[in-house]
């Protein structure tokens, strides 16, 4: 648990945080978002202690972070930084291993964690491990970066607009990737951005901050339905211009993953599939996945026979829609038919997504609300 | 007319080219380790330094030929004295390179390496160094270099050395003894030069190569 108990901070004269106070629960992966010069940064980095505070206190788990020695307490937190801060002078063993070192474990343990980093984000040992940075793509880099943080198991990572010099879809990548590292590590992460779609997307709750003043803390939820000052409306309303409805494609308001079977498979192993997956229904793939149609339960129960094939009962006359194909058009479509979802296929006829009312729902959101890049 | 040349003075250009290289390798040294820790002490200091460079710089255009003269007044003839004074020269490009290598290290690396919770003295040994030795190390290839041509006027104090042939070819107006002492001169440069290249290219990790 990380606490600020009247936590003031000065610059000289310019006082840039006059009296923050907050609690940071265990396991909670909070975003800090603002304006520029909102003192998130600032914020952040007092809590490593790169930054003094002038009065009140931080605690971790209790403890005053001042009593801490100062190095002591920074190899058990996590940092990252934007301008990802790898050392160029060292392999990307040496980097993931910088704490480790400093905490002085043996070379073996050293070698195994280092093994298994590089596993969780899927970068293999024998290729990267002794590759120097600017060998590496930006992404690769900070996926490095973050590994950093992670390599000596600190509870608390601090994370200081780490993707933000990355481009949309790279970024998009190590969010979903830093997501799944946090529901498996179970880690506390700060994590400052300017970027309200980052912040929903990533946050458990989320610090609003203006002028060093927390103007709101709360899930992404209530920061989006109820934002409680108009600097955050405001703030919420820059992100949506940026996008036209009538731009829009099917690929940008489809659900891309997708449950297809085999024509082969057998009307029992379907039924069986989708009962473990609780849907209704499913897409029916050839062998080179190109689209063949829908089988739903009904269907199955209705005409299946025990041991036969999938493809014998599929209903093949069903609507679909290429993937460049207007959203609204689809939407229109999709809303006249009976069907739970459209299917979206690539121009080779392989399944590219589908659109369901869910997926519809929050494409429309983000519009309101502001999509996932551009800001 | 080389053959001839080498017959006649063979053994005393050896002993020459040899009385060189000790002037000129232990005066970089000890140029290099003054100059290293100053150059280090400086870059922590920067108000300091900022005084402290200038009168150093001026001291730089002091030519050799003054220094080593008035020095010899005190010391006498001795190999001290023309050590001394090409130490002391040797000390300004190390000193200047291995300060501006410190001081242009990139801040955010020196953030992450405290964020990591290094130390002042791990940060310089892991991360400033590192990336400050390829131009500490131009630094000294530099030194060098330049403490080869100056190493010509230890002979001015009658104290041997490739300066030997060129001031007696002058006084004797002798070509042959004037060429005989500065292209040996030249190619121990190009040789130290070559030798430091090599070392650097050894020492210097993959990641900090360029291209």
Redesign the interface.
Known sequence: MIEFKHVKKAYQDNVVIEDLSLTINDGEFICIIGPSGCGKTTTLKMI?R?NKINDGEILIDGENINNIE???????IG?V?Q?I???????VAQNIS??PN?LKWGKEKIERRVKELLKLINMPYDEYAHK????LSGGQQQRIGVL?ALAANPPII?MDEPFGALDPITRDILQDELKSIHKQLKKTIVFVTHDMDEAVKMADRIIFMESGNILQFATPEELLNKPASPIIKEFLGKISYSHNANDLTCADVMRTKVFTVNRKRKTLECINMMNQRDIGSVIVVDDDDKFMGIVTIETIKEKGVPGALIEEILDRDVKTVLINHNAKDAFDEFYDSKLDYLTVLNRNKTVAGIITKTSMAKALASLVWGENNDS | MIVSFLNEYGSALITAILTHIKFVVISVSVGFIIAFILGIVLSRLPKLSSIVIPILSVFQTIPGLVFIGVLFLYTGIQDLTVIIALSIYAIFPILKNTYVGLITVDKTLIEAARGCGMNKFQILIRVELPLASAAIVSGIRMSTIYTVSWAVLAAMIGLGGLGEFIYRGIDTNDTALIVGGAIPAALLALAFGFIIDKIQDKLTPRGLKRE
């Open positions: 490593n790169l100062v190095n002591k307490l920074r190899q058990g940092y930084i301008q801060g790898l050392f160029p002078n060292m392999t910088v704490v400093l120097y940075p600017r060998e950093r601090l």
